[in-house]
């Protein structure tokens, strides 16, 4: 497992047109001002079938945003979920005071993902109170849906 599975891709226009019709259909990306200012920040990336994304108790930082493919959820060694594109993982690390990942995210596929870098997350939250205390409900709900509570 490790960033240097990762490969870096170029983002090409078409890309950057996916990212932001897909930040705009995310319930606490929908305003056009956050979109402006978090949409380059993105960074994109593609990943072989069976490659660790995230790994449960593992520290992390960065939100994923799935453009390709279909990644496998697990608590546990158990999946709890398939996650496809549009589907977001990696929120619940930065905002529910969790220093670690609370699961581990394998690449089913060959996936191609953008990611944000928790340090710009972080700045947006910072500045948008109302997205904050959103993430955080939706990160908290995710939370109890995976431990079954």
């Known amino acids: ?3 240097e599975q990762w490969q870096k891709q170029a983002v090409a226009p ?3 047109a996916w990212l932001t019709t897909t930040l705009e259909a995310t319930p606490f990306f929908k305003q056009d001002a956050l979109i402006a200012a978090i949409a380059p920040k993105f960074e994109s990336y593609a990943v072989a079938p069976g490659v660790i994304i995230v790994q449960e108790g593992i520290s992390g930082n960065d939100l994923f945003l799935i453009q390709e493919g279909t990644v496998s959820v697990s608590k546990a060694k158990a999946e ?3 996650l496809g594109p549009g589907n977001y993982f990696g929120e619940m690390a930065m ?4 220093e670690r990942r ?3 995210v394998t690449a089913l596929e060959r996936c ?3 990611v944000l870098r ?3 997350f972080r700045a947006l939250l910072a500045a948008n109170p109302q997205l904050k205390a959103f993430m955080e409900m939706m990160a908290k709900a995710r939370k109890e849906g995976f431990s079954g509570g």
């Open 1 to 3: 497992m490790g960033r």
């Open 14 to 16: 078409n890309d950057r």
């Open 80 to 82: 709890v979920s398939q």
């Open 95 to 98: 905002l529910v005071n969790e």
């Open 102 to 104: 609370s699961a581990t």
């Open 112 to 114: 191609r993902f953008f």
């Open 118 to 120: 928790g340090s710009d």
